[in-house]
């Protein structure tokens, strides 16, 4: 095999982490076991988990090769059964925040026998010839298995053949590939290396400096040939600087007597002049005295230019601070008018203060104290009149009104209904109620819909469905609440009833068909499937049951979540789209502050006249007018794993999920 690890831009976002991991055979012992290859992505990782990937790894390769008298299949089974025991641990500790973020790729090759596993968004191909062949298909819709937890489920094998290629993509960088069709011209490759690669991405550097993840390409030969890793990062010229080639000796003499120290360094140099008096021949026969005295002459010019340099930035950062100034002057100005339009041109001044201040601000712990206190200063300054205008409300103590045990429930999802809260989860086939009076307990669900039950419906049983799954999405039906277990399961829980009832099965409209959202009007329901970029509307006959699916939009709608309320808002990364009839009507940029990174879901309804989106990147959730308009902003450290939220009926109040807190902001007039 011929190894190709492609790690594209790490640390570019400072909260994602990934990692590939190449294991071959050290002995005789574990060449009956072959190679084993694995890749691993954690979104939204904390500091706690940033060794998550390798403790995985490590783990799983320990148990692979520990029993060598086992087949490659089994023995890959074992290490998985490790694993999952490993993370179950984790959980029931109550860190959960890797839940939904974890994704890990497992591949494990003896002879041209491939065994492998997957869970999250990791993507594989298989490239023989000019066949591209979707590899992990058959792992596609495997759900994970409720509490206890079964991350890693069922093995898929498969023989290959010499020259076949094995490609393994984390999904940012799979949609890059797929956005561009480089998988059609990798496969027209007469023989892939890694330089045939560099060329194929030769022309995309800008795009390719906007995206993080991994590619590892496995090339099936009969000899074992480990390629180098290749980080690919954005090409950026620095300009030379004389301080950072000196800086750690100019930390380590940096003293408030300056004076004193030029006057000393002169003396040194005196020295070195007199050293002239020395014989030539002896001072050169002395290696260690003309080390010092090149040490000495590098330390005392490194010094001044340092200084030079030094007061030359001072003196620009100066006159730009005087401007920013200016700007945050103006700002004030604008806001003592009262105007209608002058807010947002207040906000836009003080926004471009903020951006030209913050590069300041990075170089301020190197600069004297006076300078650096007058630079923070100056920004906390404008930070609180942003704050201001943008109405953010920071809570160092939000009100936290439950916390789940790990070994009793693990929640994942959570709606409202009726002043209490229903969670649910994909991982666990029940439901924990949340009262009002805050008592909690789990609603234990018998069974899904039976195999007899779908054919008498007409529908044909899907290949993957279990016995026994959790419950994927919910929505309030009038009196009732819907829940949704993929891949096609409804099931209705009405008010004043103890635990949901099995409904119905609805047809799925086209093959691998994945409902990532779930909204109801009027009676009708509709799903988003983000991947398809498609809405898809079932409508209401009555009674509890509904028409064949329809394909509601004109055009496909790239976006995370989707909410309701006569329209329908689709919510971008950092802006929000809205439709009507199927045709989009308007697409809102939220100008806020701080600038949206990374929307994850956005809620309303036909009661309620705002919109609701949660951002857990930057631990907030922001209230909007259904015109782009900010109405207030929520944000605390304290919210540093959010999951996902709801809003009670009259608006008056926001529940958070993060991770197994439960939090609750109160919104006063």
Not at 578 to 600: A, C, H, M, R, V
Request: hydrophobic share 40%; charged share 30%; net charge positive.
């Amino acid at each position: 095999m011929q190894i190709f690890e492609f790690h594209f831009n790490p640390g570019l976002k400072p909260d994602l982490i990934f990692e590939s991991f190449c294991y071959e055979p050290e002995n005789i012992y574990e060449k009956k076991m072959g190679s084993l290859y694995m890749t691993g992505l954690l979104k939204n990782a904390l500091p706690k988990n940033l060794q998550l990937l390798e403790k995985i790894a490590k783990l799983i390769k320990g148990e692979y090769y520990k029993k060598t008298i086992f087949t490659p299949e089994k023995s890959l089974r074992e290490s998985l059964k490790e694993a999952n025991d490993f993370l179950e641990q984790i959980a029931k500790k109550g860190d959960v925040s890797w839940l939904g973020n974890l994704s890990f790729a497992v591949l494990a090759l003896k002879e041209f026998k491939l065994n492998f596993t997957k869970v999250g968004g990791i993507k594989m191909f298989l490239i023989r010839g000019r066949k591209i062949i979707d590899i992990d298909k058959k792992l596609r819709f495997q759900d994970i298995e409720p509490y206890p937890l079964k991350i890693f489920g069922n093995i898929v094998s498969g023989k290959l053949a010499e020259n076949d290629l094995i490609l393994v993509f984390t999904k940012e960088v799979f949609d890059f590939f797929q956005r561009n069709l480089l998988l059609n011209e990798i496969a027209k490759l007469p023989h892939f290396s890694e330089k045939e690669l560099k060329d194929i991405l030769s022309g995309k550097k800008e795009e390719l400096s906007k995206i993080s993840g991994i590619c590892l390409a496995i090339l099936l030969t009969k000899e074992v040939l480990r390629g180098k890793r290749e980080e690919i990062l954005p090409q950026i010229s620095k300009e030379f600087s004389l301080k950072e080639v000196f800086s750690p000796i100019l930390k380590a003499l940096r003293i408030t007597k300056l004076n004193e120290l030029q006057i000393k360094l002169i003396n040194c140099l005196s020295r070195i002049i007199n050293l002239s008096k020395i014989k030539i021949k002896s001072l050169i026969s002395n290696k260690k005295v003309i080390l010092v005295l090149a040490f000495i002459l590098v330390l005392f010019f490194g010094f001044i230019f340092a200084r030079l340099e030094e007061k030359q930035k001072i003196r620009i950062y100066q006159k730009k601070l005087e401007g920013i100034e200016e700007k945050m002057s103006l700002a004030e100005g604008f806001l003592i008018l009262e105007k209608p339009q002058t807010p947002k041109r207040a906000n836009s001044l003080l926004k471009e203060g903020f951006e030209e201040i913050s590069p300041i601000v990075n170089e301020a712990p190197n600069l004297p104290k006076y300078f650096s206190d007058k630079v923070f200063s100056l920004r906390d300054k404008i930070l609180e009149k942003l704050y201001n205008l943008n109405k953010l409300e920071k809570i160092a103590e939000p009100k936290l009104v439950f916390e789940f045990k790990a070994e009793e429930y693990i929640p994942q999802r959570m709606i409202a209904f009726e002043n209490n809260l229903y969670f649910f989860s994909p991982y666990a086939n029940n439901l924990f109620l949340l009262k009002e009076n805050k008592e909690g307990k789990v609603i234990e669900i018998e069974q899904k819909p039976s195999t007899e039950a779908k054919l008498g419906a007409g529908l044909v049983p899907h290949r993957n469905e279990v016995s026994g799954a959790g419950f994927n999405l919910a929505t309030v039906f009038a009196d009732s609440i819907l829940f949704f277990s993929k891949p096609s399961q409804i099931f209705l829980l009405k008010t004043g009833e103890e635990k949901p009832n099995q409904l119905t099965v609805l047809k799925e409209p086209y093959p691998d068909f994945n409902s990532d959202d779930l909204s109801s009007f009027k009676g009708n329901l509709y799903f988003f499937d983000r991947k398809a970029g498609q809405i898809i509307k079932y409508p209401y006959l009555g009674n509890f049951q509904w028409k064949n699916p329809e394909f509601w939009l004109k055009k496909s709608a790239v976006g995370k979540s989707m909410a309701l309320d006569g329209s329908v808002w689709i919510l971008d990364k950092n802006s929000i789209l809205k439709y009507q009839g199927g045709n989009l009507i308007e697409k809102i940029e939220t100008d806020i502050f701080p600038p949206p990174k990374e929307f994850s879901k956005i809620f309303t309804s036909y009661s309620l006249p705002y919109l609701y989106t949660l951002e857990p990147i930057q631990k907030r959730i922001i209230i909007l007018t259904k015109t782009g308009g900010i109405v207030r902003q929520f944000q605390s450290e304290k919210f540093d794993n959010l999951l996902d939220f709801a809003v009670s009926k009259d608006g008056k109040t926001i529940w958070l999920l993060n991770g197994l807190k439960v939090y609750q902001i109160a919104l006063s007039p």
